[in-house]
């Protein structure tokens, strides 16, 4: 069965709208008086998503942080649109909201298994990505426009759906990167190992062991043979959504992550 966007975020009942704010580590709880939005670009975790009543998603607005004013602004503003079987038509991309800076990825569908992304910007001019879906394996080729730079994905997955490996090749052969996920038992989406090797960087592996609530939000982490574990805490609303999150650092600092959920 098909999911739409709203399925696949994981959030319950028919929702019209999530705004997800991050803010700046703290030393104490007491702290959340003074909270500011933690606006690390290498990290963007600050945005609303707009759904339509049947759960497509509709606009992805990204907020800034503004100094002068003290307040949170847009930065960037996706739009989507879909075809008449609700796939992804087109995605658009305006950076700093309107400016004529933009990005535009246009999806071309080729029966049930292959899709192929075309994304037109400044930088790049012409990127292709290739999805080809054969049973439990997909590949996902990128090149640009005369193809003198190449790269191969390939994604696998298990029974029930689930992404368990990725392996990332740079000019066809090369391998760099090899990422595995295993899972506690066949009921669960969301997995309790997570292993990372790379060549390019030479490091790994990496190995993070995580443990969730009864609604598959993660609680616990810690990397293997390490004493130091990160703790999240939730807050939920009426349909089990969380609404704020609370995990304790490395350092026995905090980190809050609050979301706004408006419904139909």
Known sequence: MIMND???????GKVKSMTQIEFQPISNMSDTISLKMD?????????????????????R????????????????????AYDTLKRIQQEVYYWNNYSNDTTIWEYEYFGDSVTL????????????YRYAQRKNLELLTT??????YLTRTLFYYDQQNRLIRKEEYEDSNSLTFIRSWSYV????????????ISSRYNYGPVIRLFEYDSLENPIRERGVNSDKVLTTEYSYDHQGNW??????????????????IEYF
């Open 143 to 148: 090149a640009n426009a005369d193809s003198s």
């Open 61 to 80: 607005t990204e907020f800034n942080y503004n100094y002068e004013y003290d307040s949170i602004v847009p930065k960037g503003l996706w739009t989507y």
């Open 6 to 12: 709203l399925e696949r975020s994981g959030l319950r």
């Open 185 to 196: 038992n066949t009921e669960t989406s969301s997995p309790n190992v997570d292993v990372g």
């Open 39 to 59: 606006d690390f670009i290498l990290a963007p975790n600050n945005f609303r998503f707009e759904y339509d009543s049947s759960g497509y998603l509709r606009k």
């Open 117 to 128: 992304v075309h994304k037109y910007d400044d930088t790049y001019k012409h990127m292709r």
């Open 243 to 260: 609404i704020e999150k609370r995990t304790k650092l490395l350092n026995d600092r905090f980190k809050i992550t609050r979301r706004k």
